[in-house]
Structure formats: C-alpha cells, structure tokens
C-alpha cells in the first residue's frame, strides 16, 4: 500500500515550478500481527512524472534529467 506523505514545491533549472510528491509505501507482514510496516519511499511530479530523490532539498526529474529545489 502506498499513503501519501507530503508535497514539496520546487523550482528548476529552467526556472520553471513543480510540485514534488512523497509517498511512503507500507508492508503487511503476511504471518504475525497486522501492522503495517515502513517501506520504501517514492517520489514523483504532480503530473505522474518520475522524480529521484538526490538530497533533503534536490530532486531530479528522469524524463528531462532536469534539478529541482524546494523552495523556501
């Protein structure tokens, strides 16, 4: 299962802006108690758009290869 965490706004190189989305994925362990456990973490543009994680304030989008900053 995959919730939503937060979401960043950020500006590119080109100066254009964007709003990063952070998910966290959560795992049911199939035999023990039923609670979720952390996953791993994902992150894409609004518009669907796959994004890496570089450091707590870049990100890269794959596409275009493009750096985005959070801004503020």
Do not use: H
């Amino acid at each position: 299962m995959r919730k939503e965490i937060t979401r960043y706004q950020c500006i590119g190189d080109s100066g254009r802006e964007y709003t990063v989305i952070e998910y966290q994925n959560f795992m049911r362990p199939q035999s023990g108690p039923a609670q979720d456990v952390l996953g791993t973490k994902e992150w894409f543009l609004s518009d669907g758009r796959d994004v890496n994680f570089i450091d707590e304030n870049t990100f890269q989008i794959l596409r275009t290869d493009e750096f985005v900053r959070k801004i503020g």
